[in-house]
Nanobody, 123 residues
Framework: QVQLVESGGGLVQAGGSLRLSCAAS????????MGWYRQFPGKQRELVAA???????NYAESVKGRFTISRDNAKNTVYLQLNSLNPEDSAVYYC?????????????????WGQGTQVTVSS
């Protein structure tokens, strides 16, 4: 089974920075795309940033130029550097991976989620 363990959330003042980390584990799995989503109260979860196993990245327009996603494939870990934070970035941030059992085709991959980490930005 796949497990995602997140860390790095917390309280920060506007203009500040945070770094989120998410370590994936699961014997026999390949972790293809990895990414971060966030959820505001009463809203659906939305993509913040994603990165493929080869390093191609995708960002939500609202975070471009402020957030940076990266990954360490040797550690199966994805990071999200959050800079120039503002109160509108306050949300629960969830780590996501699309993982597949090694040897199976990509169409067999499934989504897995972390437990979520709270980011709160004070004004």
């Amino acid at each position: 089974q796949v497990q995602l363990v997140e860390s790095g959330g917390g309280l920060v003042q506007a203009g500040g920075s945070l770094r989120l980390s998410c370590a994936a584990s699961g014997s026999g799995f390949s972790f293809n795309a990895m990414g971060w989503y966030r959820q505001f109260p009463g809203k659906q979860r939305e993509l913040v940033a994603a990165i493929t196993s080869t390093g191609t990245t995708n960002y939500a327009e609202s975070v471009k130029g402020r957030f940076t996603i990266s990954r360490d494939n040797a550690k199966n870990t994805v990071y999200l550097q959050l800079n120039s934070l503002n109160p509108e970035d306050s949300a629960v941030y969830y780590c996501n991976t699309r993982a597949v059992v090694r040897g199976l085709p990509s169409r067999s991959e499934r989504d897995y989620w972390g437990q979520g980490t709270q980011v709160t930005v004070s004004s």
